[in-house]
């Protein structure tokens, strides 16, 4: 019987070359190139995902979601009025420290002027602590982080500055008042009524109320008083109240202001609660009626032809009442 002959394996693998296998199997030999279909296909996607990723970016930059690093020079501070009056020196230097600390922490919000000009909106102590910052290093806090927004017009920029000074800043009601004047005296709103019911629709009616009394007191003293922001409420209403009710009275403060020359809050406070008491105090003018109260807060006298409310509860939610009241009375007499 012929012996079979044995059988050794191939062994072409150490010699050269897998050998060239089909495409239609799903493999594909050592050394390879992928072929073009599938370059084209991966450079497609990429492409479309780069373009995603860069609308993503657009869109976040243009609704005020992404945080830019802007160069402090870049920002115009002034662009808008400012709802604060004065900064606290002492809170100022706590603010400073922890930027040098921490860094800064939260985002100033402005709005594009131009291209590499900005208008501050809201963020106005940070801007100025990293200015005073500034002079000290100028290569660490040379620049300052902002959101920029896209607002439409004038009041929603000024409505934008006071709504995030509302929560984050304890503001007076006379700074309150103040901006409301000031942004009718630019144009922004039609009247200072208009104003307060823009600027703080997030605020409950009876606060609204007192900031437009106190903007009688800002529309007379704005110019003579030195300390406005350490008046309180329980004095500022009667004071806005008084001036409403005797356009004299401004002539009469100011000049009462201006010889006492008070050089401290306290000091202008006194001056202002004396004027006020004297003018409560003032005989009545011969031939007009003696005030009578009718209900807490609200006095009425009346002449022929004349009728005159007083007190704490003339404020913006009566004067709006009775107007309507009377609009009410003419048309069904």
Do not use: C
């Amino acid at each position: 019987m012929a012996k079979r002959k044995r059988l050794s394996p191939a062994a072409h693998a150490a010699e050269g070359p897998a050998p060239e296998t089909k495409a239609a199997l799903g493999w594909v030999g050592h050394g390879a190139r992928r072929a073009p279909i599938a370059d084209v296909s991966g450079d497609a996607a990429q492409q479309s995902a780069f373009e995603e990723v860069a609308e993503e970016l657009r869109r976040a930059r243009a609704e005020g979601r992404m945080v830019l690093r802007l160069p402090l020079t870049a920002v115009e501070a002034g662009h808008l009025v400012r709802d604060r009056i004065a900064a606290d020196a002492e809170e100022m230097e706590v603010l400073k420290d922890s930027l040098r600390d921490r860094g800064q922490q939260t985002p100033i919000e402005v709005v594009e002027l131009a291209p590499g000009r900005y208008g501050l909106i809201s963020g106005w102590r940070r801007l100025a602590a990293l200015e005073a910052l500034s002079t000290e290093n100028a290569e660490a806090f040379g620049t300052v982080q902002a959101l920029v927004r896209a607002l439409e017009g004038a009041a929603e920029a000024y409505r934008a500055m006071v709504e995030e000074n509302e929560i984050r800043a304890d503001l007076s009601f006379y700074e309150r008042a103040r901006i409301a004047v000031q942004a009718t005296e630019r144009g922004v709103y039609p009247d200072v009524r208009a104003a307060v019911r823009s600027l703080f629709a997030a605020a409950r009616a009876p606060k609204r109320s007192k900031i437009l009394t106190f903007t009688a007191l800002v529309e007379a003293l704005d110019a003579v008083l030195r300390f406005p922001t350490a008046i309180p409420e329980k004095l500022g209403l009667p004071l806005a109240t008084a001036l409403q009710a005797d356009p004299a009275f401004a002539r009469r403060l100011a000049q009462a202001l201006k010889a006492a020359d008070p050089q401290e809050a306290a000091a202008e406070r006194k001056v202002l609660e004396r004027v006020l008491k004297g003018q409560a105090s003032a005989p009545a003018t011969p031939g007009a009626a003696r005030p009578e109260s009718i209900a807490p807060g609200l006095a009425l006298s009346a002449t022929p032809g004349r009728v005159v409310l007083s007190g704490k509860a003339v404020d913006a939610a009566l004067l709006a009442d009775l107007r309507d009241w009377l609009a009410t009375r003419n048309e069904h007499p």
